[in-house]
């Protein structure tokens, strides 16, 4: 009986220091430093601010008019994959359409030409991907 006794604190140790050392290991791999990190743009403090919308523009020439609608003044030109921060929206009817207009320091520009994100890292990320393709 004794042998089967020693048998068993043999094994329950080694499975105590097996684990232990398996644990020590993911531990210290846990701590190691990821390589990718998120860098914020101090210039521009307003990117991950609550409430400020951000423009992707998404046509390859877009036109900025002095009011939300297609026949106003064309103010400036942009270009497909610029970003924008976006001052105001207006909902405008036309014919039988309501259609998004987004202010921006330029000028008006109507939704079908912009992609509208929640912060400027995202619309950074989507501007990644959009140039890739």
């Not at 079908?112 to 994100?117: A, E, Y």
């Amino acid at each position: 009986m004794s042998a089967k006794k020693n048998t068993k604190k043999l094994y329950g140790k080694t499975f105590l220091s097996l684990f232990f050392i398996v644990f020590s290991f993911f531990s210290l791999i846990s701590c190691s430093r990821k390589s990718s990190f998120i860098q914020f743009d101090n210039e521009t403090p307003d990117a991950i601010k609550i409430g400020v919308q951000w423009v992707l523009l998404v046509s390859p020439y877009v036109s900025c008019h002095e009011e939300p609608d297609y026949s106003a003044d064309v103010t400036e030109h942009l270009r497909r994959g610029e970003i924008r921060m976006c001052k105001g929206v207006r909902s405008v009817r036309t014919e039988d359409l309501i259609e998004k207009w987004y202010l921006l320091e330029e000028g008006w520009v109507s939704e079908s030409n912009v992609s509208v994100f929640q912060n400027k890292l995202k619309a950074d990320e989507a501007r990644k991907k959009m140039m890739q393709k």
